[in-house]
């Protein structure tokens, strides 16, 4: 009797809990690694097809008419030789093709563009990999027959087939009695033209559905791939080594904490004990959690237009603002934001306390 290896059952990212950073994904986008569905390009593409087919039709009959006229009345004439036949024959066909191609191509590249958010240009999906080519027929069974997606993805086949079949069943039956009557009373044009409403019909109706199955699918790749973009915890461990260096990321880092404490600057301010000014090109909010840290803490500061903003905010809340060029310029200069000022600036910082203390009794 043989046996199943278990392995094929157990999780596909075992060891693998956390959330891809945004950097794993900025690599994986290089590489031309995005969460994309195919199934809803197809079905775009087939959608636009259909409605140009429907927006078309009467040009598409006249051109066919032209062309069989052509044919039937040349059948004989001894002037037109086979090459003749197969250039007319091969213009045509282009003409009629041309739309559908162009429309074909466009709903594409939109339907990529909207899914990647933006174009991709990568060789690696296209560049020569020998281990995809060495078959790995125990990992193809175990991703199709079990894993979500392999089971997704049957699912997915069965009801599509099953729902265009009995879309295409009950339309027919739907237009029996006009197909019928058109074959029995009808000139052969009427009952083409009857089947060609018929398969529009059925056209449009599966066209719709297919889409709605693209995008159903298009979220199901979206968490697969996020799934299989998740990290162990000793990969952001490395990752994040292997960051430290980078000029790009740290400047990037710089740049969103900067950005961070810019936004927190009034919610300081507004919080804070006391605001330190110079009294024009620097400003620093000082507060003091007494039950959490033995002296205060430098909670925003700001040089310029943002130390006039700081002052405003300050006179708006009814923070005391207290000036003092050389505590200010210091402050600024030596202590970092959250950071507790050092034991140097106690004095002044005791004195300024007591200058609130004396403001609030003056009131």
């Known amino acids: 009797m043989s046996q199943v290896d278990l392995q094929w059952f157990g999780p596909e990212d075992e060891g693998k809990t956390e959330e891809p950073t945004e950097h794993r994904l900025r690599e994986a986008r290089k590489k031309g690694q995005v969460a994309k569905s195919q199934e809803l390009n197809g079905a775009l593409v087939f959608l636009l097809g259909v409605l140009i087919l429907l927006f078309l039709a009467p040009w598409i009959e006249e051109k066919l008419e032209e062309v069989m006229k052509f044919f039937f009345n040349h059948i004989n004439d001894s002037k037109v030789d086979n090459g003749q036949y ?3 024959f091969l213009r045509y066909f282009l003409i009629l093709f041309l739309p559908f191609g162009i429309v074909g191509a466009i709903a594409a590249v939109v339907s990529n563009l909207i899914q990647n958010k933006g174009f991709i240009f990568s060789t690696k999906p296209i560049s020569m990999d020998f281990k995809k080519v060495t078959p790995k027929f125990g990992e193809y069974f175990r991703r199709t027959l079990f894993s979500f ?18 879309v295409a069943i009950i339309v027919i039956l739907a237009d029996k009695d006009k197909i019928l009557s058109s074959l029995n009373v009808g000139t052969p044009m009427k009952a083409l033209r009857q089947f060609a409403t018929t398969a529009a019909k059925i056209l449009v109706i599966c066209a719709i559905f297919l ?9 199901v790749q979206k968490r697969e791939f996020r799934r299989k973009m998740k990290m162990s915890k000793q990969e952001v461990k490395q990752e994040m080594k292997e960051l430290d260096g980078d000029p790009e990321v740290k400047s990037h880092l710089d740049s969103a904490q900067k950005e961070m404490l810019r936004q927190n600057i009034p919610r300081a301010v507004r919080e804070a004990d006391v605001l330190i000014t110079n009294p024009t ?10 039950e959490v840290n033995e002296a205060p803490s430098v909670t925003a500061k700001g040089e310029d237009r943002t130390a006039l903003n700081m002052k ?12 003092n060029r050389p505590l200010a310029r210091g402050l600024y200069t030596d202590v970092q934001i959250g950071a507790i000022i050092p034991e140097v600036y106690w004095r002044a910082i005791a004195t300024v306390y007591g200058q609130i203390n004396y403001m609030e009794k003056k009131k």
């Open 312 to 323: 405003e905010i300050a006179r708006e809340n009814d923070i005391p603002i207290v000036e």
């Open 211 to 219: 889409v709605l199955v693209g995008i159903a699918d298009f979220f």
């Open 281 to 290: 090109h620097f400003a620093v909010a000082i507060q003091w959690k007494r």
């Open 86 to 88: 197969g250039y007319i």
């Open 149 to 166: 997606t392999g089971v997704f993805n049957i699912a997915k086949s069965i009801i599509k087939v099953v729902v265009i079949a009995i």
